[in-house]
């Protein structure tokens, strides 16, 4: 181990900006930093978010029940730009507390909803218009083990390997080895699992597949942190196989590209308040 030491004050303060890419908006207190209401468009669901693997959970979830027919899923998708810290303004943190996207606000009735933390919305969207939700009390437990499990492995991959691999200021080889074994832990459980059954919690597929294929279907498929190499993705079969099935989805193709901001304007949408938004860019793809 040749990284250098550091050695914590009885206290810690903070002083400076912790560099790496998101310096800007890390701060040790919460609540909003400036006013401003959020927007409020036509649809039952508003959506604020950002196409992170967080926020691509809850766009496939919508595209998967309009897809169904549920025309009260019909959403207005919001851009949360973090980076500008648009999740520190007081409609935000009157939507969630906790200042992360994504956020969902339910107005279908007269007294609207807040639902915040991604599996919330998940669990919240599968009971509304019950879908992707087992029915029976074994099947759907093992679901929320699965649900609860990504809730609760994802920092790892994010806030770990990806913040020390990609994202931090200098490389270190002790925070990438700790997080390179827990990531590659991660992907052998649910290698595993796959190689029993079609969908990681059964025979059917839920919102346990929707919550955990943005991140770890992003991992193996090459999309994250330009990692696929080094963590030898191709390893993981089971996982791979599930991946690529998810990925081919209608409702899957069309989620990623919600408030995505890229160059390569068939690539995503910032904003969606429509489906004729998506329409295009998705026919587009697929010729």
Do not use: C
């Not at 890390?26 to 927007?39: C, M, Q, V, W, Y």
């Not at 700790?178 to 459980?189: L, W």
């Amino acid at each position: 181990m040749s990284d250098a030491t550091y050695t914590p004050p009885k206290v810690w303060t903070w002083e400076q900006p912790s560099g790496g890419q998101f310096a800007n908006i890390n701060r040790p207190i919460s609540g909003a930093t400036h006013e401003k209401d959020l927007p409020v468009g036509k649809h039952p669901l508003q959506l604020y978010s950002l196409g992170t693997p967080n926020g691509v959970k809850v766009t496939i979830m919508l595209e998967e029940l309009l897809a169904l027919g549920h025309q009260g899923a019909e959403y207005d998708a919001w851009l949360i730009k973090i980076g500008d810290g648009d999740q520190f303004s007081s409609g935000f943190v009157a939507a969630n507390p906790n200042s992360k996207i994504p956020a969902v606000v339910d107005r279908s009735s007269d007294k609207p909803v807040r639902v915040f933390e991604s599996g919330s919305i998940l669990l919240y969207l599968a009971e509304k218009f019950g879908e992707f939700l087992p029915k029976d009390p074994a099947a759907r437990t093992e679901m929320m083990n699965w649900l609860f499990w990504q809730m609760g492995s994802a920092p790892y991959i994010g806030g770990g390997f990806g913040h020390f691999y990609a994202y931090a200021p200098e490389k270190y080889q002790y925070p990438i080895d700790r997080f390179t074994m827990e990531a590659k832990r991660q992907m052998d459980v649910l290698d595993k699992a796959l190689g029993e059954r079609p969908y990681i919690a059964g025979d059917e597929y839920t919102i346990a597949d929707i919550a955990i294929f943005p991140w770890y279907g992003g991992l193996v498929l090459g999309r994250a942190y330009n990692a696929g190499e080094f963590l030898a993705v191709h390893e993981y079969k089971n996982l791979l196989a599930w991946a690529q099935k998810i990925d081919a989805r209608p409702a899957v193709v069309r989620g990623r590209k919600v408030n995505r901001v890229t160059e390569d304007k068939s690539e995503g949408v910032a904003e969606r308040h429509d489906a004729s938004d998506l329409d295009a860019i998705t026919d587009t793809a697929a010729e």
